[in-house]
């Protein structure tokens, strides 16, 4: 089992959609919750961290963190092609080390 | 202008080379890391360095090497041992101690001819 997985997509939503993106996690003992966002040949940028149960919301875009189900997802509202990218889940445990996924590629169409 | 930056962007590497990839941060920050990013793989741990004059091996060190002199750099060197170099290499920093929000540097692409 992968530390940390997530669903390679693509995931094609439309233009203003809400765009829906999944992580789950291995160690139950994880604290720490981040997505960051890869343009195609760049590095990843933070977006978004959370660290407590519940949503986070920053603008369009709102984590949420369910810690009993070992899930982070990353809701974005009125998605724009701007937002095409890939999605890297990742996620601090017990050891301190911080873990990525493979990320979901995410595609909004026109 | 504050951040972390990485040299040279593209690098090619001829077959027995050592090659040494720059990353120098102005944000202060304690913490130091090395990934490596292969096409529909996570990013991997190569070395990290929490304080000056100290470093940790990661998930995947071997062939590689680091130094940390001064605070605001954290080289690394893919060494001739590294049997498949090619890929992008992402540098990041994290402000530390009891943090854990990393930010990335650009990245190097090194491909070996």
């Known amino acids: 089992q992968k530390e940390v997985e997530q669903n390679s997509g693509p995931l094609s939503v439309p233009e203003g959609a809400i765009a829906s993106l999944n992580c789950t996690y291995s160690d139950r003992g994880s604290q720490s919750f981040f997505w960051y966002r890869q343009y195609s040949g760049k590095s990843p940028e933070l977006i978004m961290f959370?660290?407590?149960?519940g949503d986070k919301e920053d603008g369009r875009f709102t984590a949420q963190l369910n810690k009993a189900s070992q899930y982070v997802s990353l809701l974005i509202r009125d998605s724009q092609p701007s937002d095409s990218a890939t999605y890297l889940c990742?996620?601090?445990?017990?050891?301190?080390?911080?873990?990525f996924g493979t990320g979901t590629r995410l595609q909004v169409t026109l | 202008d504050g951040g972390i930056t990485q040299s040279p962007k593209y690098l090619f590497r001829k077959e027995g080379q050592n090659v040494t990839l720059s990353c120098e941060q102005n944000?202060?920050?304690?913490?130091m890391y090395w990934y490596r990013q292969d096409p529909g793989q996570g990013l991997r741990l190569i070395y990290y360095s929490q304080i000056v004059n100290d470093f940790q091996k990661g998930d995947i060190a071997e062939g590689y090497s680091v130094s940390r002199e001064k605070k605001e750099s954290f080289p690394l060197t893919v060494t001739s041992a590294q049997k498949n170099p090619t890929a992008f290499y992402l540098c990041?920093?994290?402000?530390?101690?009891?943090?854990?929000?990393?930010?990335f540097g650009p990245g190097t692409r090194l491909t070996v001819l």
């Open positions: 990041a920093s994290e402000q530390g101690p009891y943090t854990d929000t990393q930010y």
């Open positions: 959370i660290y407590s149960n």
């Open positions: 990742a996620v601090t445990g017990t050891a301190s080390k911080l873990t």
């Open positions: 944000l202060n920050h304690d913490a």
